[in-house]
């Protein structure tokens, strides 16, 4: 089946640095990836929708300029969470997809991402 | 606007009993459905789709979920649960509004099953 990766599977960062986390689609191209954000013992967020070599469209809340997307190719996307804070420390998750209403989305493993 | 409502944080069976997940929807549109299992350290997985063919779904590890237009529900269900089965559960439904397969989750349910 389709595998999702993630890089890192876990980070810790200082206030104030920024960290960028990768998702990779290893055995297909996807048109289509998602980004989610989920806390301890809580559903997923849908931050933003990223197309290969398009801008990213952010859901309405999420801070573009905080969150910086880039797609630049059908197996990579990228997340970088810039200037971070402790309450940026959360659970993201991408997956990837055709993008299509009624598709099934491949899921990545999750970054563990802990500001202090 | 889409949404999922899952009923219940938190299920508790015994092992070899009914897995019943309740997941209610509303939508504008006719709705994609899914259900979604996440076990720790682990990516989601898809265990059945709901689009719009058989109201009855069968998926993996023997869940299926039937879909009931008239009560907007999709709830999730297994015969005999086996220890394995304990994880969290999300409903999810497909937003059509501009067929971008963007999901919007449900809150999920930690299914736990005891010995």
Known sequence: ?116 | AQSVTQLGSHVSVSEGALVLLRCNYSSSVPPYLFWYVQYPNQGLQLLLKYTSAATLVKGINGFEAEFKKSETSFHLTKPSAHMSDAAEYFCAVSDGSGNTGKLIFGQGTTLQVKP
């Open chain 1, 1 to 116: 089946g389709a595998v999702v990766s993630q890089h890192p599977s876990w980070v810790i960062c200082k206030s104030g640095t920024s960290v960028k986390i990768e998702c990779r689609s290893l055995d297909f191209q996807a048109t289509t990836m998602f980004w989610y954000r989920q806390f301890p013992k809580q559903s997923l967020m849908l931050m933003a929708t990223s197309n290969e070599g398009s801008k990213a469209t952010y859901e309405q809340g999420v801070e573009k300029d905080k969150f910086l997307i880039n797609h630049a190719s059908l197996t990579l996307s990228t997340l970088t969470v810039t200037s971070a804070h402790p309450e940026d420390s959360s659970f993201y998750i991408c997956s990837a997809g055709p993008g299509l209403a009624g598709a099934k989305q491949y899921f990545g493993p999750g970054t563990r991402l802990t500001v202090t």
